[in-house]
């Protein structure tokens, strides 16, 4: 029998629906916002119009009420954008000393540097004089430690114990939301916006500060107040911390107390997405609240005939749901399956008997219009695709259920059977979608969440939330995270646990997953077949390389410090690794293990200029994804990278060709490794030519170390320069720069750094000379090649969307700038 006809509603609105998920898509795209009254009147007006017209468009209706309904979504979605962005940071208090009171709007996360919290400002004031900020702000109170943990935190700055809905009185140094741009890298800024963040802030602590001051405890944020509560409770009863970790992760959505170490064994067996609160965990207490409802609803039989069962679970189900999102942290993925929860509820509760691709997008355009930011999220995609899968490649909706098995063994047999099949399902039509948003996939993946999909939702995560009721079951859920952990870190030793691969174009990634969809869904196999060459472009793609002869240079955006890809045809290295954030994590992490994955590089080298943490941060961990790269330093021999990878000493006069391009070392000399040598003085400086076009990489060499080089005539002429130490004052000598001649010259500062790198007198020495500098906060990560030498990609001012700060190429008109 075929499956019954779309109730007329159904397909009266679907256009409508799909005109929703548009127009919202659209306007995402836009660079720059347009005047807020604008965005109102398109809104208000396509509706308006779809509304009148509705009855008198006939045939023409499904293609009006897509029309209208996506440019209703977009004046929606822009009006909303346009009134936030309204409230954001006044750029003129960017940098001041404010004193600022508020609440503690969530339960803080700490780590070996500090604390760091949700702030809802109450009031502020500048030198006295009261001054507006944005509602919300992140607060880092890190006590004296330096980001990566090396320098002890002071004892006298020490945060406090701070609370959720504790209200406090701090001196804060407020920014604008600011994050590294790069290619394929995380949007830091459109996270914050997503959250509702518009401001980020430092407690000023020093001496001369005033201190902070706790000033009373509120009501305000009870689910907050509990779920820190609960969350501490949760460690004083766990003595090992890793696994209180991941017991608090999924209790109370505190995914910051993970550590490090098993969020890499988590993403490489693929089941990462089971240690948050998910969209999986959201739904699968849904589905268990309902059941337990409906068994205790049908015992009586008044309550029955009041209301089904059915809709009674299903009601309380939903309830019960949304609690354990909002006892979570209410976060944006929660937020979105209890809304597709809610929407698929409604449409039971009104026994619309709707066919579900209807069902699939009226849940798809209800998230949308509800955040039409979601449409940017990896999240997102992934979850609706997934769900699009299983719809289409599950049982026909007329199968006889009366054909299932009767004995409970041979259920549970077909149970598990039916769940392999759509784990497997899933893994097939997601992995070109996986491949486009992260570039990797677990090959271990189907049997590790077949293992611990179960698993957690139906033992770990159950005992975790028993434990806030009977805290004993707090150390059962910690033996089973432990079992569990210990198959999963057998699973991820073996060498071909993950597969990686380059970052497909859209085009490719888009014909894998329509593939992928036609594997899976229920037609014959002939039909099926066709899907296996959509597949092959994305699982075959090669990112584009420079041609022999000619060399490509990417200045990665890693904050306060350096990090430069070389690639040429077929070799490639990286200049130095960026800086270490914190002891969790660092610039190879967080940008070059995914910018290097996303490219399919296979690193020949790593060259480390000199020991600085700005330089060395990122190195171990590309140098554990790189297993092959050679290691080429000015490192001593004590240092704990030469225990992971033994280093190559970096000697003025090496030199070395790949595919027709030069490799050059000028610096340090042999008899500059001293024990007593500054670690600046020892930078490696490469150059890297065709005999045509240069680059010059300094790293972090002074005025001593340039008029040297000046002095001994090396080959310093570049078209390319990286600017010495990060546009310091101790660099960028005028000899210097007259003997490298540069068109372009790049400086990676971090965004209001506290050196005032690059320094504006600095800057005014390339101004003079007519050279063009490019700073990472103004341009993100910088893309150059040999081939087009005039031509240069920001990442930042190239591929802009309205959610992006805003920064000013660096000035040398008496801006602010530090003595380093």
């Keep these: ?273 089971l240690m948050s609160i998910s969209g999986l965990h959201v739904t699968m207490f849904a589905w268990g609240a309902a059941a337990v409802i409906g068994f205790a609803w049908r015992r009586s039989t008044r309550l029955c005939l009041a209301w089904p069962a059915q809709h009674a679970g299903l009601a309380g189900g939903l309830l019960l749901a949304a609690a354990y999102a909002l006892f979570s942290g209410w976060g944006v993925p929660a937020q979105r399956t209890v809304l597709m929860l809610a929407t698929v509820s409604v449409l039971r509760l009104g026994a619309r008997g709707w066919p579900w691709p209807w069902v699939w997008l009226l849940a798809c355009a209800v998230v949308v219009a509800a955040d039409p930011w979601a449409l940017t999220q990896a999240g997102f995609w992934l979850s609706f695709v997934a769900v699009g899968v299983l719809f289409a490649s599950g049982p026909p909706a007329s199968r006889d259920r009366s054909a299932a098995p009767r004995h409970p063994a041979r259920r549970a047999l077909a149970a598990a059977l039916a769940m392999g099949r759509e784990q497997a399902i899933v ?24 293992l611990a999909i179960p698993w957690v939702t139906l033992v770990v995560t159950p005992l975790g939330l028993l434990g806030v009721l009977l805290p004993e079951a707090w150390a059962a859920g910690a033996a089973a995270v432990e079992g569990l952990g210990t198959v999963l870190r057998l699973l991820a030793v073996f060498p071909w646990a993950t597969w990686s691969a380059p970052a497909p174009p859209p085009w490719a990634a888009g014909a894998g ?63 130095d690794s960026g800086p270490g954030y914190s002891r969790e994590t660092d610039a190879g992490q967080r940008v070059l293990v995914p910018l290097l994955r996303a490219l399919g590089e296979q690193l020949d080298l790593l060259v480390l200029s000199h020991r600085d943490t700005d330089h060395t941060g990122g190195a171990a961990a590309v140098l554990r994804m790189q297993p092959q790269a050679a290691l080429l330093s000015s490192l001593e021999a004590g240092h704990p990278l030469q225990a992971l990878r033994p280093s190559r000493r970096c000697l003025a006069g090496d030199a070395w060709e790949w595919d027709g391009v030069r490799f050059e070392v000028l610096h340090p000399r042999a008899e500059d490794h001293a024990p007593s040598a500054r670690p600046n003085a020892l930078s490696c400086v490469l150059r890297v030519g065709n005999g045509r076009v240069h680059a010059l990489l300094a790293g972090d060499i002074e005025k001593p170390q340039e008029l040297r080089l000046v002095q001994d005539g090396a080959a310093l002429r570049a078209d390319w320069l990286l600017v010495p130490h990060h546009g310091s004052r101790t660099s960028s000598s005028e000899p210097f720069l007259e003997a490298v001649g540069p068109a372009l010259a790049v400086a990676q500062a971090g965004y209001r750094n506290r050196f005032g790198h690059p320094a504006a007198d600095v800057v005014q020495r390339y101004a003079t000379r007519g050279i063009a500098l490019e700073a990472s906060p103004a341009c993100g990560a910088l893309t150059w090649a040999s081939q087009s030498p005039a031509a240069v990609r920001c990442e930042r001012r190239d591929a802009p969307r309205y959610w992006h700060h805003r920064v000013a190429a660096p000035r040398h008109d008496g801006a602010r700038s530090g003595g380093n």
């Design 1 to 273: 029998m075929p499956p019954p006809p779309a109730a007329p509603s159904a397909r009266a609105i679907a256009p409508a629906l799909l005109g929703v998920v548009l127009g919202a898509g659209v306007q995402l795209q836009q660079p720059e916002l347009w005047p807020i009254a604008t965005y109102a009147g398109v809104a208000v007006g396509a509706l308006a119009l779809l509304l009148a017209a509705w009855r008198s468009l006939g045939a023409w209706r499904p293609a009006a009420a897509l029309l209208l309904a996506a440019a209703s979504a977009f004046g929606m979605t822009g009006w909303r954008a346009a009134a936030y962005l309204a409230d954001g940071l006044d750029p003129a208090l960017e940098g001041r000393d404010l004193l600022v009171t508020g609440i503690v709007a969530a339960m803080p996360h700490r780590n070996e540097a500090g604390l760091r919290f949700r702030f809802e400002v109450e009031s502020a004031h500048l030198a006295g004089s009261a001054v507006r900020l944005p509602p919300l702000a992140l607060v880092g109170w890190y006590g004296g430690a330096d980001a990566a943990g090396e320098t002890a935190p002071d004892p006298q700055r020490l945060p406090a114990d701070v609370r959720a809905g504790e209200r406090w009185r701090f001196a804060l140094r407020p920014k604008a939301p600011h994050g590294q741009r790069n290619p394929h890298g995380f949007d830091y800024e459109l996270w914050l916006w997503e959250e509702g963040v518009q401001s980020t802030a430092a407690v000023r602590s020093g001496v001369r500060d005033p201190p902070p001051q706790r000033l009373d405890a509120t009501w305000r944020h009870p689910v907050e107040q509990a779920r820190q509560s609960v969350r501490d409770a949760i460690f004083r009863r766990v003595a090992e911390p890793a696994l209180a970790g991941v017991l608090a992760a999924l209790v109370v959505g505190d995914q910051g107390a993970i550590e490090r170490a098993d969020w890499d064994v988590f993403r490489a067996t693929g089941v990462a997405h």
């Design 427 to 450: 893994t097939v039509a997601l992995t070109p979608l996986s491949l486009l948003l992260f570039q990797q996939v677990s090959v271990v993946g189907l049997l590790a969440n077949l």
């Design 513 to 575: 997953v329509v593939g992928g969809l036609l594997l899976a869904a229920r037609l014959p196999w002939t039909t099926r077949l066709l899907g296996i060459p959509l597949l092959v472009p994305v699982l075959l793609w090669q990112a584009p390389r420079p041609p022999p002869g000619e060399f490509e240079l990417l200045a990665a955006d890693v904050g306060q410090g350096n990090a430069v890809l070389v690639r040429t045809a077929s070799h490639a290295l990286v200049y």
